[in-house]
């Protein structure tokens, strides 16, 4: 059987009869811009750009420095962005193996190719939340916002970088607003589908979880997470991360993911949910 | 298709699931594996299809070793203990997505099972409404329709009433006559005599007992 095939049956089994799962996603979305320019509105700030707003959803916090009066800012937004995204990719891919995809992985006559359509279907489902996440910053900004990814000198009241921000912070910086959370995503998402091979899901989704969680509590390029956060970007603030680095790490763990899903998936057991 | 067996040994986790059977199964035939629930026919069944693979030992499906030369058997129909489909299709859109990956058959073959199986009217009922008889029956279909040289078919008399035991018991005799291999697990003593050239008996995962049956 074609990858082809297989990928066809993932979209329309995966993405396209779930749809649901887009519409709650949507309307975290949809609350998230409101309060981004609602919070504007209390800077009296009229203007901003798509940058800013992508920056406020997908940009996470300032590090945290444990000390007097310092008290830990957790990146909700961020947070909650990058956990709806992995509870809605975390059971499709074990229901399918314990149910109706045996009966298409045996057909096909391969465990491999089923591995990699399911890889394929992860990619395109998670790039799919982060489409409609700019389609409805784009159609909630039309009245007052300017169509460029390039931040705005103003953000730093609304997101708080703390103080390490930089003096030329106003620069482009597409790539950490936008594909850094986007290859995060994709990254973790992977890492967890490949872990569900070999546990239940839900431990799965508490590693990813963890990752996540300790990620928005410690600033270091172990904790992979700070990658996809602009607020802790090198380019933004002095002691950030740096997005090649994150690009490096996050390519790294896409590919480990799904060598390491071949591996597994060519010797598990098959067996139905009980 | 033959089917061999050598010495092969299943554990998950501590259990052991299956311990140390070796048989042979031949070409054309009809094996019924009997025993009662968790006794390790199951397994076998799995273990023969490549769902999953010996701890120890192999099984050979035409001299070629599962997980070695081969992932699965290349032309099988399995029917496992309860069959799993797609709520949201029909019975007809469910076995047509299957008939889709390997392209063997075409649209009137699939009416023909769904025929056979007696699921011809309600063929466009969605999986959801189907009764758990209906949903047997069109695991039957799915396991048959492509017309595999191998057929398993694990408990295949669960939640069949009478008439539909009889016609599952007609339909097994024609793909054998067909010259497909069949292997039945049940712990229906009385279907496997009437359908089964040899009943091999499993508990605790061993095989306890293996006889010809003459009547058939």
Known sequence: MSLIKFIRFDI?????????????????????????QGKLHSYEIEKYSIGDCLLFLYGG???????????FEMPYLWLVNHLLILYFTLNYTDNDLTGFGQQLIYRSGGRVIWWLSK???????????????????????????EFTLDISEHISYVVNFGDQLKQNHTQKIALEILLLPILYSVAISLLQMSLTL???????????????????YKLTPILIGNFSMAARNDKIVNNGVSSALGIISFSIIIILSVIIGVLIIRKCNILNKE | MSIVLKNVTKKIGR????????????NGSITGFKGINGSGKTMLLRLISGLIYPTSGTVEIDKKILGKD??????????????????????????????????????????????????????????????????????????IMEKPGIILLDEPTNALDESGVKLLTEIIIAERNRGAT???????????????????????????NERNNYDI
């Not at chain 1, 995966?14 to 609350?31: C, E, K, N, T």
């Not at chain 2, 259990?15 to 031949?26: F, G, T």
Request: net charge positive.
């Open chain 1, 12 to 36: 329309k089994n995966g993405i396209m009869r779930r749809l649901y799962v887009y519409l709650v996603y949507s309307l975290f979305i949809v609350v998230s811009v409101w309060f981004f």
């Open chain 1, 61 to 71: 916090a300032k590090e945290y420095v444990p000390k007097t009066g310092e008290v």
């Open chain 1, 119 to 145: 890889c394929i279907w992860n990619i395109i489902m998670v790039s799919g939340f982060y489409i409609i996440g700019i389609i409805i910053t784009l159609l909630l900004g039309i009245n007052n916002a």
């Open chain 1, 198 to 216: 070999l546990f239940k899901p839900i431990f799965s989704y508490i590693v990813s979880s963890s990752i996540c969680l300790s990620s928005a």
């Open chain 2, 15 to 26: 259990n052991m699931i299956i311990n140390d059977v070796s048989c042979n199964i031949e």
């Open chain 2, 70 to 143: 081969i992932a699965f058997p290349e032309s099988i129909g399995i029917m496992l203990e309860n069959p799993s489909f797609i709520n949201s299709y029909s019975g007809y859109d469910n076995l047509r997505m299957l008939a889709d990956i390997k392209g063997l058959i075409d649209e009137d073959r699939i009416c023909e099972v769904m025929d056979l199986v007696g699921l011809k009217e309600n063929g466009n009922k969605k999986y959801r409404k189907f009764s758990l008889g209906m949903k047997q029956r069109l695991g039957i279909a799915a396991a």
């Open chain 2, 182 to 208: 069949i292997i039945l697990s049940s712990h229906d003593a009385q279907f496997l005599n009437k359908t089964s050239n040899r009943i091999i008996e499993i508990s605790n995962g061993k095989i306890t």
